[in-house]
T-cell receptor, first 111, second 112 residues
Framework: DAEITQSPRHKITETGRQVTLACHQTWNHNNMFWYRQDLGHGLRLIHYSYGVHDTNKGEVSDGYSVSRSNTEDLPLTLESAASSQTSVYFC??????????FGPGTRLTVL | GENVEQHPSTLSVQEGDSAVIKCTYSDSASNYFPWYKQELGKRPQLIIDIRSNVGEKKDQRIAVTLNKTAKHFSLHITETQPEDSAVYFCAASGGGADGLTFGKGTHLIIQP
């Protein structure tokens, strides 16, 4: 069955390290998104992509980057991890202009 | 940018009663309003959505209403059941494939 997956599901890293979170979907969706979820803030948009080689900044993009080299994957990179980036990260994808479906999430802890 | 306010933050209702969660948005260009349900430790799941050309949409015990003039939309759950206990998020987005702007969530508690 088509699906959206994220890896790793849990990650502990140290301040200053580069971290990459993977997101892979097999729905052939053009649109992919990264959100972070924190208590008291709900979900906030980090970056999104409308297709291969397209990337756009969201509300909380500072300290994060993405690249889209194929339709299936949108990896999220934290260039130099900070404690403020401890969060749960969700990837999502959509085919049409609106309905988004979420991956299972990655819990990241930055010590 | 868009700003979405959601109330209440916690809602406790007796099993079998109705629950209503309300959201307001700021950007009049927003035209898509989904609701997500998230159980503890799980991913958000789309439960219902509405577009700006529709005033109301219903799916079994769940309904959503939209007032474009007032820029608010609401989720209505009737005949609540224990499995309705979760955190519910409203969201809004503009045209195209823009990302969603979420409210901060409502923790719905169904009392037996």
């Amino acid at each position: 069955d088509a699906e959206i997956t994220q890896s790793p599901r849990h990650k502990i890293t140290e301040t200053g390290r580069q971290v990459t979170l993977a997101c892979h979907q097999t729905w052939n969706h053009n649109n992919m998104f990264w959100y972070r979820q924190d208590l008291g803030h709900g979900l906030r948009l980090i970056h999104y992509s409308y297709g291969v080689h397209d990337t756009n900044k969201g509300e909380v993009s500072d300290g994060y980057s993405v690249s889209r080299s194929n339709t299936e994957d949108l990896p999220l990179t934290l260039e130099s991890a900070a404690s403020s980036q401890t969060s749960v990260y969700f990837c999502a994808s959509s085919l049409t202009s609106h309905e988004q479906f979420f991956g299972p999430g990655t819990r990241l802890t930055v010590l | 940018g868009e700003n979405v306010e959601q109330h209440p933050s916690t809602l406790s209702v007796q099993e079998g009663d109705s629950a209503v969660i309300k959201c307001t948005y700021s950007d009049s260009a927003s035209n898509y309003f989904p609701w997500y349900k998230q159980e503890l430790g799980k991913r958000p799941q789309l439960i219902i959505d509405i577009r700006s050309n529709v005033g109301e949409k219903k799916d079994q015990r769940i309904a959503v209403t939209l007032n474009k003039t007032a820029k608010h939309f609401s989720l209505h759950i009737t005949e609540t059941q224990p499995e309705d206990s979760a955190v519910y998020f409203c969201a809004a987005s503009g045209g195209g494939a823009d990302g969603l702007t979420f409210g901060k969530g409502t923790h719905l508690i169904i009392q037996p």
